[in-house]
């Protein structure tokens, strides 16, 4: 079964750090370029970052750039998200999603798998 | 960054209705289209994909068209499952962007 699983998610304080994980199952996570996606409660979805199959290639929404890292380890099958200087709107669940396309081009596409979302909240 | 507007944001329809959701986008881009259906708790699942093509087992019932800026996502008869929030999303660009949802009450 094709899976995505997030975890790391929790309670910080402002101007605090946390490292999102997503466990890849089921299909060849090295073929994917590989998103984040979160969630405000009650909002709309936001794309926040992808990375390239290889890791070379990363783009972020520009709210997040200088204080978000997204990364990824193939041989783990595993995509991250280093999130530093959080704050009180980057309150939200985090979706990791994997793109339609195999391609080494895809780095825009629609989203056919999703994981079940971690939460991550923001406040003193 | 390319905008995506949703109408309406609230929809109130009736098992077997005809319902109609509109996404434009603030430029054109082509056919890069995608519509997603979500339920409270949820995470988003994938109906449509370059504006028109279904989504492998969504049913038949759902249909997507449009080009350009102009978008259109149909459920042909609205059955009790279907009672979601529904988002599109632009993927022309690098930074995907969404819509701000639409979401079909039962009336």
């Known amino acids: 079964e094709v899976q995505l699983v997030e975890s790391g998610g929790g309670l910080v304080q402002p101007g605090g750090s946390l490292r999102l994980s997503c466990a890849a199952s089921g299909f060849t996570f090295s073929s994917y370029w590989m998103s984040w996606v979160r969630q405000a409660p009650g909002k709309g979805l936001e794309w926040v970052a992808n990375i390239k199959q290889d890791g070379s290639e990363k783009y972020y929404v520009d709210s997040v750039k200088g204080r978000f890292t997204i990364s990824r380890d193939n041989a783990k099958n595993s995509l991250y998200l280093q999130m530093n200087s959080l704050r009180a709107e980057d309150t939200a669940v985090y979706y990791c999603?994997?793109?339609?396309?195999?391609?080494?081009?895809?780095?825009?596409?629609?989203?056919?798998?999703w994981g079940q979302g971690t939460m991550v909240t923001v406040s003193s | 960054d390319i905008q995506m507007t949703q109408s309406p944001s609230t929809l109130s329809a009736s098992v077997g209705d005809r319902v109609t959701i509109t996404c434009r986008a603030s430029?054109?881009?082509?056919?890069?289209l995608a519509w997603y259906q979500q339920k409270p708790g949820k995470a988003p699942k994938l109906l449509i994909y370059k504006a028109s093509s279904l989504e492998s087992g969504v049913p038949s019932r759902f249909s997507g068209s449009g080009s350009g800026t102009e978008f259109t996502l149909t459920i042909s008869s609205l059955q009790p499952d279907d009672f979601a929030t529904y988002y599109c999303?632009?993927?022309?660009?690098?930074?995907?962007?969404f819509g701000g949802g639409t979401k079909v009450e039962i009336k």
């Open positions: 430029q054109s881009i082509s056919s890069w």
């Open positions: 999603a994997r793109p339609y396309c195999s391609s080494t081009s895809c780095l825009s596409d629609a989203f056919d798998i």
């Open positions: 999303q632009q993927y022309n660009s690098i930074g995907v962007t």
